[in-house]
């Protein structure tokens, strides 16, 4: 995912007075043009509406899945407006290649990329439209604009005359849009940098946010299936009169994804996909088994693979050699909604809604499936019941979709939990295999690494290997590892089990870092250094990975008295542009149970949107990365996978909740992502912390009370 | 037919008496506010109040609500300590997807209705079956004692 976008390509495209007399103004965001024309039927733009009531709507293309997006889009377009922030409201945008992600080069939303992408191009859409009110102001007046000013939704003439943005919105709306804006310097920002409210809070206490499975339509069918129990099985005989005998049920449907049984309402889908009796062959997978899984990776580590960097040599001799092997489990992503997605598919065109992260690539895909061109394929984005990257696949709208073109019926197709949990797209399991080497003066002189797991590049189906055999998630925070190991190598051995791998919150950087933090942790120790001091002692060319350190080590008393049987263990990560430390508080039991009391965060994201926001983000990140440290594993047994709701895939609770904390490092660089970079550091820092108090390393997630026992 | 009474209003539904209260709330009566999360009474999204006590909708039959006092997020604002647990979430900004919060609300004011200054434990205790995968948890637990606190104050 390169985050090379070329920032003159960046125009604003029209105008237009809206019937009720406001001013809309379109604009392209970067990369989207080449798209918007070979769609040329939409109107391809993304908008900004000033209405004559004052009301200022910012309409969002990227999804809403609890990161916060539907208010720090506003809060870029608001400040460059000098808007009065009350008077914001956020539209979710239909899909439209307009609203096309730059960073992607598609309308979607993961990769921690919102804000990144966004940054400028949002806030100049902002600044063209108050130099268009002020342009306004200035002719209504017959003054000069320089003599103008705004703030706060009006322009004030130096006279002290004030017209609000809602008064100049027709007038403005005829202005030429200006071929060049001037946008704030940091120091002027009055909205940005503070933390506003989100604007979704609102409706997510009431009941009334629309989320995918609350969407309901006229003649409504609503679809459960019955999927092949083992990756790759196939449909063999269907007697579904059982089924069709419930109250309710109207259809059953066969497609390439399994059976589907379409009923008025979720129970009598359900009840009938349940009395389903279906014979599957289950194909090559039949006995696949999570062991096996383990074996073909720890073989693939051992033998190793594609060189994804070298630099001196590893195997020059050295007074001290270590050597580990770390293992990461396959793992669901769990959304607290089931997948789900309503499609309606119409003669000529279709509609769709879903709580999805990619709208985009939907069209066209979707546009396939039903015989429509991707123009034709309207998709209604809904608040997301949690992403993490699981939004971001097909299956669901795909196999709606189909339902909907065969039934002819506008149909809701519903994941049970069950399904969801067994539905794959899993954060790909892995295995690491390092060495390090220490001088005689306990410095870190080598390090090499050699990591097997399938590729998620090729399962994604929109990249590819490259030409170097190295799966770029595969080994994303050890190859670009920070610390100045003078001798370096890192392999990649691509294995592939047979599961449908896909992202997963903070994607490859979410089993590396547990991986390399717990291993650099290891050499610390080996070296008989204070973890915090040896990993400084490496980063001297790296002063942003220094400063979160140093940040959070302070913050967290690092190396002061703890309370009896408190141990901390500390990590640093960079990922998606930001640099996160976290030092976690822990005890263990004498049943080997971790209990973590405490974590202390710190981020340098750059320039900060909304610092509670990213607090949140941080946090949020922190206890889902725990959820998969203390618990998290999907693993397979006889082909099939052996989980299936909460009880046997836990996630934390409110009572194993510790208290966070996240400071932020003051920055003037360019924001970073937040959704996702605080997630890597809390394992390992969890991990090193067991250590610290136990003296076992944990080497295999999720960790395991019963090799943490006491004698 | 079954008779029920959803938020004060008297309702009859057809549906078959085994159904889940959850599904004749969110399918029958168009209800949505309340949530689909597990089926099995094992996340917790699904808490509505059954005469004011928190019940996992996904796993009660509708013939078990027959006659008793339903009462969901749709209805919370109706009632002061609904009002104050809406409150106290807006003031934290408590929600981030936001999939779980009916859940979540439903279960802090049935907890505050009972329990007029819960402690942790209290709070642990009615509100550990009630997952967020979001990890609002401190938010939840600063906002019902904001919440009772205000109650207590009346502010």
Redesign the interface.
């Known amino acids: 995912m390169s985050a090379i976008y070329n920032a003159s390509r960046r125009g604003f495209l029209k105008t237009s007075a809206l019937a009720g007399g406001g001013l809309l103004i379109g604009f392209t965001l970067p990369g989207a043009s080449r798209l918007a024309q070979a769609v040329s039927v939409f109107s391809p733009n993304a908008y900004l509406r000033i209405g004559s009531d004052n009301q200022i709507t910012v309409i969002c293309g990227l999804s809403e899945m609890g990161q916060g997006v539907h208010t720090a889009i506003p809060m870029l377009v608001a400040e460059e407006l000098d808007a009065d922030w009350s008077k914001i409201k956020v539209e979710q945008a239909e899909a439209d290649p307009a609203f096309n992600n730059p960073i992607f080069g598609m309308q979607a939303t993961g990769g921690s990329t919102s804000v990144r992408g966004h940054w400028e191009p949002m806030r100049k859409a902002g600044a063209a439209a108050r130099a268009m009110l002020v342009a306004a102001a200035a002719e209504r007046w017959n003054a000069d604009p320089a003599d103008c000013r705004t703030e706060k939704g009006m322009v004030v003439h130096k006279s002290g005359k004030k017209l609000s943005y809602g008064q100049l919105a027709a007038a403005a709306a005829k202005q030429p849009v200006p071929a060049q804006v001037q946008l704030k310097s940091p120091k002027a920002f009055r909205i940005l940098g503070r933390a506003a409210r989100r604007l979704d809070t609102p409706a997510k206490v009431n009941g009334s946010a629309k989320f995918g499975l609350d969407v309901r339509l006229p003649g409504m069918l609503t679809a459960v299936m019955a999927r092949p129990p083992v990756p790759g099985g196939k449909l063999v005989s269907v007697d579904d009169s059982k089924a069709k005998a419930i109250a309710g049920v109207k259809q059953v449907l066969q497609i390439p994804g399994g059976v589907a049984v379409l009923a008025e309402g979720y129970w009598a889908a359900k009840q009938g996909r349940d009395a389903l009796q279906i014979k599957w062959d289950d194909g090559a997978n039949a006995a696949l088994l999570s062991d096996a899984v383990s074996k073909m990776l720890a073989e693939g580590a051992a033998k190793g693979g594609a060189l994804g960097r070298n630099e001196g040599d590893v195997g020059a001799p050295v007074a001290k050699r270590l050597e580990a092997v770390y293992e990461a489990p396959f793992l669901a992503h769990a959304c607290m909604e089931p997948m789900n997605a309503t499609v309606w598919v119409k003669p000529d065109e279709i509609e769709v809604w879903a709580g999805t992260q990619s709208q985009g690539p939907s069209q066209g895909i979707l546009g396939e499936v039903a015989g429509v061109a991707p123009g034709k394929v309207k998709v209604h984005t809904m608040y997301l019941g949690g992403g993490f990257g699981r939004r971001f696949a097909p299956d669901f709208t795909v196999d709606a979709t189909l339902l909907s073109k065969i039934s002819g019926k506008p149909v809701q197709l519903v994941y049970t939990r069950e399904d969801d949990m067994k539905a794959y797209f899993y954060r790909p399991a892995s295995v690491a295999r390092f060495a390090g080497g220490l001088d005689a003066n306990g410095k870190a002189v080598s390090f090499s690494a050699s990591i097997c797991s399938p590729s998620l590049m090729e399962a994604s189906g929109f990249m590819k290997l490259p030409a170097d055999g190295v799966d770029e998630m595969a080994v994303e925070g050890i190859r670009d590892c920070p610390y100045d190991f003078p001798n370096l190598r890192v392999e990649y051995a691509r294995r592939e089990p047979g599961v449908q791998i896909w992202f997963w919150r903070s994607v490859g950087h979410s089993q590396n870092l547990f991986f390399i933090e717990s291993f650099v942790d290891e050499m610390a120790a080996a070296a008989g250094k204070d973890p915090c001091e040896f990993r400084l002692g490496l980063l001297g060319k790296q002063p942003r990975f220094r400063g979160v350190l140093e940040l959070a080590a302070k913050k967290a008393g690092w190396g002061k008295p703890l309370p009896a049987g408190v141990h901390r263990g500390i990590a640093v990560a960079h990922s998606f542009g930001s640099y996160v430390a976290e030092v976690a508080e822990v005890s263990v039991g004498r049943d080997g149970k971790v209990r973590v009391h405490r974590v202390v965060g710190s981020v340098d994201c750059g320039l900060t949107v909304n610092p509670e926001i990213v607090k949140r983000q941080i946090e949020s990140a922190i206890v889902y990365g725990l959820s998969a440290a203390l618990y998290g594993k999907i693993t397979f047994k006889d082909g099939r996978v052996e989980q299936s709701n909460f009880h046997d895939y836990p996630v934390l609770r409110i009572d194993e909740m510790p208290k966070v904390e996240v400071h932020i490092v003051a920055s003037t660089e360019p924001p970073g992502g937040i959704g996702e970079p605080g997630l890597p550091p809390v394992a390992p820092a969890v991990a090193n912390a067991i250590f610290a108090a136990t003296g076992k390393r944990v080497r295999k997630l999720p960790i395991k009370a019963e090799e943490l026992k006491q004698a | 037919m079954i008779s029920l009474s959803v938020n004060g209003k008297n309702i009859s539904v057809n ?2 008496p085994d ?2 209260l959850l ?1 004749v709330l ?3 009566l ?11 009474a ?2 917790g ?1 699904c808490t509505v109040h059954l005469d004011g006590a928190p019940v996992r909708s996904c796993s009660t039959p509708v013939s078990a609500a027959a006659g008793r006092k339903i009462t ?3 209805a ?2 109706a009632s002061p300590v609904g009002k104050a647990v ?1 409150a106290a ?2 003031k934290h ?10 859940g979540q ?1 439903m279960g802090a004011a049935a907890l505050l209705a009972k329990t007029r200054k819960p402690s942790d434990t209290d ?2 205790a009615a ?15 600063a906002a019902i004692k904001d919440a009772a606190q205000s109650m207590r104050t009346g502010s």
């Open positions: 549906d078959s159904t889940p599904w969110r399918d029958t168009g209800m949505t506010g309340t949530k689909f999360g597990c089926g099995v094992l996340c999204a969901t997020i749709e919370m604002a809406q979430w807006i900004d408590v929600p981030q997807c936001g999939y779980c919060q009916s609300i709070i642990d509100m550990s079956g009630i997952l967020c995968r979001c990890g609002t948890y401190n938010q939840i637990r």
